[in-house]
């Protein structure tokens, strides 16, 4: 099968369980690592899918690799080329397929319930999931829904945080995530978490019981990464 290609955007916001769980299915992947000064490329034509990480920038911002990677979106559409985005990489997904990428008015960090969304794809992906889920949130941007994409879940605090368009799966929530990453993170970033409020936890109350919860949350990351599998075998075969 063609290897999935994957845009790395900050070091430390790494592949996590995404490149594991292709690992243990037998799939192949490459890494473009943006942080590094990788440009990005725009012939797809022998790769079986796309997957964009998270990062600490704004869509919104000028660089030009972020219009690079709007393009490829664009062009990835038009091909129904498979494509994943975990929380900035969803933002992307977006902004390419005319969503809009705004500030919050309070950034969004730590283990937030989501609420899936009453519609046929959400009943047939997550029936056997309990009607709210914990999740590891860390973002300060909303995104909306681009026309024609299925919502998958919501929270408390921002009502667009995941959908499926075509061959796409854009997702806030990093669904990603693993305990060394995330105690990474509260290394690296933990300055982030100022002021604190009812959508910014603290370092010691996202710590609390971390690896737990991760194994909880990856009862729905591996739903959305096996349904996305699916459709990059699906893609590989035509």
């Given at each position: 099968?063609?290897?999935?290609?994957?845009?790395?955007h900050?070091?430390w916001v790494?592949?996590?369980?995404f490149?594991?769980?292709?690992?243990?299915?037998?799939?192949?992947?490459?890494?473009?690592?943006?942080?590094?000064?990788?440009?990005?490329?725009d012939?797809?034509?022998?790769?079986?899918?796309?997957?964009?990480?998270?990062?600490?920038?704004?869509?919104?911002?000028s660089?030009?690799?972020?219009?690079?990677?709007?393009?490829?979106?664009?062009?990835?559409?038009q091909?129904?080329?498979?494509?994943?985005?975990?929380?900035?990489?969803?933002?992307?997904?977006?902004?390419?397929?005319?969503?809009?990428?705004?500030?919050?008015?309070?950034?969004?960090?730590?283990?937030?319930?989501?609420?899936?969304?009453?519609?046929?794809?959400?009943?047939?992906?997550?029936?056997?999931?309990?009607?709210?889920?914990?999740?590891?949130?860390?973002?300060?941007?909303?995104?909306?829904?681009?026309?024609?994409?299925?919502?998958?879940?919501?929270?408390?605090?921002?009502?667009?945080?995941?959908?499926t368009?075509?061959?796409?799966?854009?997702?806030?929530?990093?669904?990603?995530?693993?305990?060394?990453?995330?105690?990474?993170?509260l290394?690296?970033?933990?300055?982030?978490?100022?002021?604190?409020?009812?959508?910014?936890?603290?370092?010691?109350?996202?710590?609390?019981?971390?690896?737990q919860?991760?194994?909880?949350?990856?009862?729905?990351?591996?739903?959305l990464?096996?349904?996305?599998?699916?459709?990059?075998?699906?893609?590989?075969?035509?």
């Amino acid at each position: 099968m063609k290897p999935i290609r994957i845009f790395r955007h900050d070091s430390w916001v790494g592949t996590g369980h995404f490149a594991e769980t292709l690992k243990e299915k037998g799939l192949n992947y490459e890494l473009v690592a943006i942080d590094q000064g990788d440009s990005v490329p725009d012939d797809v034509a022998n790769i079986g899918g796309l997957a964009f990480l998270g990062g600490t920038m704004s869509v919104n911002d000028s660089f030009t690799w972020i219009r690079d990677e709007l393009n490829l979106i664009r062009s990835a559409s038009q091909r129904k080329l498979p494509v994943f985005g975990h929380c900035f990489g969803a933002q992307l997904i977006s902004k390419a397929l005319g969503g809009k990428i705004s500030a919050m008015s309070s950034k969004e960090i730590g283990w937030h319930a989501v609420k899936f969304f009453d519609n046929d794809t959400c009943r047939q992906w997550f029936h056997h999931l309990p009607e709210t889920i914990d999740v590891m949130f860390w973002h300060e941007d909303a995104m909306t829904i681009p026309s024609g994409g299925i919502p998958l879940y919501s929270s408390t605090h921002y009502p667009d945080q995941a959908f499926t368009i075509d061959n796409m799966i854009a997702t806030i929530p990093h669904v990603e995530v693993t305990a060394v990453m995330l105690r990474k993170w509260l290394e690296i970033y933990s300055d982030d978490l100022a002021p604190l409020s009812a959508s910014v936890q603290s370092a010691e109350e996202i710590s609390r019981d971390h690896e737990q919860r991760i194994s909880i949350m990856q009862q729905l990351t591996e739903i959305l990464y096996n349904r996305w599998i699916d459709m990059v075998t699906a893609y590989s075969s035509l």
